[in-house]
T-cell receptor, first 111, second 113 residues
């Protein structure tokens, strides 16, 4: 079983609509959670950290459910520029906190 | 104001011909990482340096080596590239370890012919 699992998509979303997707993680001791965005053939870029109480950054909302071991990302009022692959990233609690990446969820926003 | 710089951005090498990829950072971060990412896959950590302390992942092939001559620079050496080593190679840095965010360079796309 992979440590971080994501629905690969693609999620095809009309411009202006809302899209949400989840990521599950297997290590219950994980402590830090992130969403990264990766455009085609580019490097991953940090989108937002995910806090226990949930957090919002503009049109993006992240939630953490420790009991069920998943995190979610919701994008409101989707823009064409939101088209990308969204990587779920989890940090373990061992001595150096290795990042565990999901393979990503592709989002395609259409006009 | 680039923070993590990778050179070259595209590299073509022949099967078995050694190749070196370069990463530099202006963040003065303690930790530097090398990842391999193949199409539609998650980045895979190859190794990392905490200062001069080298840490190899257990499943990183011996064909991959790394050097960090100073805080700013880190190199990835592929001694005998195979066709399966064609990938995007990403360098990342972080200030520390446990809770610090990682910042990625733009990557080097390696083609093996």
């Amino acid at each position: 079983r992979k440590e971080v699992e994501q629905d690969p998509g693609p999620f095809n979303v009309p411009e202006g609509a809302t899209v949400a997707f989840n990521c599950t993680y297997s290590n219950s001791a994980s402590q830090s959670f992130f969403w990264y965005r990766q455009d085609c053939r580019k490097e991953p870029k940090l989108l937002m950290s995910v806090y226990s109480s949930g957090n919002e950054d503009g049109r993006f909302t992240a939630q953490l459910n420790r009991a069920s071991q998943y995190i979610s990302l919701l994008i409101r009022d989707s823009k064409l520029s939101d088209s990308a692959t969204y990587l779920c990233v989890v940090k373990t609690t061992d001595s150096w906190g290795k990042l565990q990446f999901g393979a990503g969820t592709q989002v395609v926003v259409t006009p | 104001d680039a923070m993590v710089i990778q050179n070259p951005r595209y590299q073509v090498t022949q099967f078995g011909k050694p190749v070196t990829l370069s990463c530099s950072q202006t963040l003065n971060h303690n930790v530097m990482y090398w990842y391999q990412q193949k199409s539609s896959q998650a980045p895979k950590l190859l190794f990392h340096y905490y200062d001069k302390d080298f840490n190899n992942e257990a499943d990183t092939p011996d064909n991959f080596q790394s050097r960090r001559p100073n805080t700013s620079f880190c190199f990835l050496d592929i001694r005998s590239p195979g066709l399966g080593d064609a990938a995007m190679y990403l360098c990342a840095t972080s200030r520390g370890l446990a809770r610090d965010e990682q910042y990625f360079g733009p990557g080097t796309r390696l083609t093996v012919t």
